[in-house]
């Protein structure tokens, strides 16, 4: 486990031996149960009705266990476990009290049920035997029924009645977040439940266990189907979803081996170069013009991996995607449920279907091995993405305000190739998917960078460069994302694309990074409006109201934290920065950049599925 400075005095609690010999109560069987999987952080805001727990987190930081992050808003707890969850391919874990601290949490959770992200979320009660009473922030049927709330964005969601019930409760919830489609679960715990003393009848599962699932099962018939089909195809199409961290290399592999090309979804694009040869683009939410092209030539066959056909994520369920000619893989029938249209569908664990696939394409067409493609030249690399991009004058614009396209374009090149960019939902998201294209993942590491070269970092399968969230899509997720992304792997700088409308939301999180000490740098697009509100009225044709927001100097908001912060409003000033050392130190850094606020992001499609296009 990496060293925490700012963990270091719980640690030093250590030294009284006293504490560590109170009873062991329900509280412990649950921070057992995180060590066992491997969780090292939790993230939350303490109060009454978890204290147990905040007191058995405390005694687990001190043997080294999971030790908790406090967070100053429940949302951006979950944020943050959210964040955790994804970099690392692990369980991502919050805490909240009862009453408002648990509906506090619920948009975080909501949006990790959207997408798809394993977290468990554990909420206060009241002593049960002052249910009904009017206790303090009774959360139960009868009080403000937490329990009811969490119903529809969880996967098993329970209340603990009975300190007997909790092994089995835990148990399930735990199976059933991390099981596909993976997801929340939600425990709520009476605090009399959680002091309960472990005693004979409480024995904890094999909770390390749960670490050895087998993945999904693979339809083997049908992955023949689907290599005769490959073997037949003219240039097939793939689309490359969300779901396809831990199978992306052998994904490359199969598009020379099938001679195809490849797009990929906006969640998608994290998980390949986007300066591969035979790349065309992102389909979709900020998609390219590119990939859209390829679609609506009708390709004999367009094998879709890891998607769920959100709106963002199917160009508004386009029928260039979703028709006949389309192969559906998924480990989720949830997902797979969503293309009744697709001419085979192929369940199973996307990298079990990819090895498979691999054996059966090979020897390759012409009974040779494919070779290789070679990779272009970074430069010529570079071109051939600003040739897809919509804008590509606007890469290099000297103008004041700075060019949103320009911004995203300087931190695709200045920034160590290991960075993890996270985007805020809105015109952060849509600038980063379609602008965004980093320096070559396998370079060397920059001279006097404290990172470790691209391909050597801590990589798990789900891990990925780029993370946007679709569906639900809350504004300020990567204000706390990017510290749970950043907890999760300290050898990978974090990029944070926010608006000035997201940062009002959810900007008290950065001081978490402050206190950890987290190389994420801030980087706020201020355009002094809510963006994609204003240009979504604009392009409707609708009244110009409630976009406007308040000219606010972030930079000074930084510097009244301790956090270093620097207003730039032109590109020289950016050009001028030493990304490297910025991402480099102990701490995060805000950046307060003047964009133009009249260049129009990619939205078109959102204004189609509104059904306000002009």
Same mark, same amino acid.
């Given at each position: ?178 099981? !596909? ?51 037949? !195809? ?76 959100? &709106? ?21 029938? &949830? ?114 960078? !404290? ?146 606020? &009249? ?16």
């Amino acid at each position: 486990m990496e060293s925490n400075t700012a963990l270091a005095p719980a640690r030093a609690w250590a030294t009284e031996p006293a504490r560590d010999c109170a009873p062991r109560d329900a509280a412990d069987l649950i921070v057992d149960a995180l060590a066992a999987l491997g969780v090292e952080y939790v993230f939350g805001v303490p109060g009454g009705a978890v204290e147990p727990l905040y007191n058995a987190l405390a005694r687990s930081a001190r043997r080294g266990g999971p030790q908790a992050i406090v967070a100053r808003n429940e949302q951006g707890a979950a944020y943050m476990a959210d964040g955790y969850a994804r970099e690392t391919g692990r369980l991502g874990v919050c805490i909240a009290t009862s009453g408002p601290g648990a509906t506090n949490l619920i948009t975080g959770v909501a949006c990790a049920y959207d997408n798809n992200v394993p977290i468990l979320v554990i909420t206060g009660q009241p002593p049960i035997k002052n249910f009904g009473k009017g206790a303090l922030q009774e959360s139960s049927c009868t009080g403000i029924n937490t329990v009811a709330m969490f119903r529809p964005c969880t996967r098993y969601n329970s209340l603990v009645s009975h300190a007997e019930q909790l092994p089995t409760k835990l148990f399930n919830a735990l199976m059933q977040a991390q099981r !596909a489609p993976s997801g929340p679960s939600h425990l709520s715990i009476p605090v009399d439940i959680l002091r309960e003393p472990l005693r004979p009848g409480m024995e904890a599962p094999d909770f390390a266990g749960l670490l050895r699932r087998a993945p999904a099962l693979v339809d083997l018939p049908a992955v023949r189907q689907l290599a005769r089909l490959l073997f037949s !195809a003219r240039q097939p199409v793939w689309l490359i979803g969300d779901g396809c961290g831990d199978a992306a290399n052998e994904l490359m592999q199969l598009v020379q081996r099938s001679d195809g090309s490849f797009i990929t979804t906006p969640d998608g694009k994290g998980f390949i170069n986007p300066r591969h040869p035979r790349y065309r683009g992102v389909f979709g939410f900020g998609g390219h013009a590119s990939a859209a092209e390829l679609l609506q030539a009708e390709p004999d066959l367009v094998i879709a991996l890891g998607t769920g056909f959100g &709106e963002f994520n199917s160009g508004g369920w386009s029928s260039t995607l979703l028709n006949s000619r389309l192969v559906h893989v998924d480990d989720s029938d &949830e997902n797979l449920m969503r293309s009744p249209m697709a001419r085979l569908h192929v369940r199973g664990h996307i990298k079990s279907v990819c090895e498979q696939l691999l054996a059966l394409l090979a020897p390759s067409h012409n009974g040779q091995e494919a070779q290789l493609l070679p990779f272009l030249h970074p430069q010529v690399a570079r071109l051939a993405y600003e040739a897809m991009v919509d804008s590509p004058e606007a890469l290099r614009s000297d103008s004041a305000p700075v060019k949103p396209q320009r911004l995203v374009a300087c931190l695709s090149e200045r920034c160590p190739p290991q960075t993890r960019f996270v985007a805020d939902a809105g015109n952060s998201a849509a600038w980063a998917v379609h602008y965004l294209a980093p320096r070559d993942q396998r370079s060397a590491r920059l001279p006097g960078s !404290a990172f470790l070269p691209a391909g050597q970092e801590r990589r798990t399968g789900s891990s990925s460069w780029l993370r946007v969230t679709m569906d639900f899509a809350p504004m300020g997720w990567a204000i706390g994302s990017a510290v749970g992304i950043a907890m999760a792997n300290r050898r990978c700088p974090v990029v944070c694309l926010t608006g000035d409308g997201s940062y009002l939301m959810n900007g008290q999180e950065i001081t978490v990074a402050a206190e950890l000490g987290l190389p994420v740098l801030y980087v706020v697009l201020n355009d002094g409006a809510l963006g994609m509100v204003k240009h979504g009225q604009r392009l409707a044709g609708a009244e110009p109201i409630g976009f406007q927001l308040p000219k606010v100097d972030f930079a000074a908001m930084a510097a009244s934290m301790g956090i270093p912060g620097h207003v730039i409003r032109t590109p020289q000033e950016l050009d001028a920065l030493d990304f490297d050392a910025l991402l480099s130190r102990a701490g995060p850094t805000l950046l307060d950049v003047r964009i133009d606020g &009249e260049e129009v992001p990619p939205m078109n499609l959102r204004m189609r599925t509104l059904g306000t296009a002009r």
